[in-house]
T-cell receptor
Framework: EADIYQTPRYLVIGTGKKITLECSQTMGHDKMYWYQQDPGMELHLIHYSYGVNSTEKGDLSSESTVSRIRTEHFPLTLESARPSHTSQYLC?????????????FGPGTRLLVL | RKEVEQDPGPFNVPEGATVAFNCTYSNSASQSFFWYRQDCRKEPKLLMSVYSSGNEDGRFTAQLNRASQYISLLIRDSKLSDSATYLCVVNRGRGAGNNRKLIWGLGTSLAVNP
């Protein structure tokens, strides 16, 4: 069972607010990822990090930003939330020691922007 | 054309049935293949990796056909608890950066009925 946590699990917020979605893992994994998934749709990678002070944008363009100051922590920030940001955000980490670098997911944050 | 394609289903089968899903991928340099399971409104969880020689885990069998660029998942003796969406996941190929990222299929929905 993976030890990766996300808070909040659910967030309803008004347009224009700044939000930070938290993700932490206690497995010591260097690689971490943020995905966005709309209902009935596939996962899209929006950010990834291969270690402290390393962040890259993923395949899907996103107005969010991320930081990686500590190995275990990979927060995602939206400076000004909009209704188009409504989605589920899933954080994952991977262990290069495992065959084929299996990714482990947190429970996700469901964001609703009014 | 999507990089990873799956029949979204839904597949409705009775308990005890055998069901098979296929998934095709477009990047011939892909090296790693997985099947993940995602329950409704939950995070994806690894079901099994797919190895070149094929592999089996209890009632689940995964096969890889590199020549035709598809992978398959066979579920024998279906249980009610197998009802979920099954995600085909493929990496982009060798090397660092973008080439190592995972590409997620839309998923195939399975409903096992009593």
């Amino acid at each position: 069972e993976a030890d990766i946590y996300q808070t909040p699990r659910y967030l309803v917020i008004g347009t224009g607010k700044k939000i930070t979605l938290e993700c932490s893992q206690t497995m010591g994994h260097d690689k971490m990822y943020w995905y966005q998934q709309d209902p009935g749709m596939e996962l899209h990678l929006i950010h990834y990090s291969y270690g402290v002070n390393s962040t890259e944008k993923g395949d899907l363009s996103s107005e969010s930003t991320v930081s990686r100051i500590r190995t275990e922590h990979f927060p995602l920030t939206l400076e000004s939330a909009r209704p188009s940001h409504t989605s589920q955000y899933l954080c994952a980490s991977s262990d290069p020691g495992r065959p084929q670098e299996t990714q482990y997911f947190g429970p996700g944050t469901r964001l609703l922007v009014l | 054309r999507k990089e990873v394609e799956q029949d979204p289903g839904p597949f409705n089968v009775p308990e005890g049935a055998t069901v098979a899903f296929n998934c095709t991928y477009s990047n011939s340099a892909s090296q790693s293949f997985f099947w993940y399971r995602q329950d409704c409104r939950k995070e994806p969880k690894l079901l099994m990796s797919v190895y070149s020689s094929g592999n089996e885990d209890g009632r689940f069998t995964a096969q890889l056909n590199r020549a035709s660029q598809y992978i398959s998942l066979l579920i024998r003796d279906s249980k009610l608890s197998d009802s979920a969406t099954y995600l085909c996941v493929v990496n982009r190929g060798r090397g660092a950066g973008n080439n190592r990222k995972l590409i997620w299929g839309l998923g195939t929905s399975l409903a096992v009925n009593p």
